[in-house]
């Protein structure tokens, strides 16, 4: 199936900041009490950027791939959901990834 003219693929995806806290607006929870161990929401996760899809009231969400992490590292959940453009900011390529790159091109 053809997408709409309002949704843009991104071919390959991109490398973006998702800023993760603002998208999981947290409140107080008094459900318990707190664990270190549980899922933390950092203030931004490095995700890949699929496709920006249009609004009907204007402006664009994100359609992005990002990781959520256990405070002991132990769990992660990997997620796909829309963001909304201003929680999204371009990432530059890593140092490894830079590497990778040359001895793709070069040897």
Known sequence: MDR??????????????????RLLRLGL???GPRNPDALRIEPEAPGMLHEWIQREEGGW???VTFQLVSGD???SLSVT??????LI?????????R???ERRTHG
């Open 4 to 21: 709409p003219p309002w949704v843009r693929s991104l071919t390959p995806p991109r490398r973006v900041w998702v800023q993760v806290r």
């Open 29 to 31: 929870d008094e459900h």
């Open 61 to 63: 969400l994100g359609l």
């Open 73 to 75: 590292e132990q769990w």
């Open 81 to 86: 959901i829309p963001v909304p453009a201003e």
């Open 89 to 97: 900011r371009r990432r530059g390529m890593t140092r490894r990834d």
């Open 99 to 101: 590497l990778r790159d």
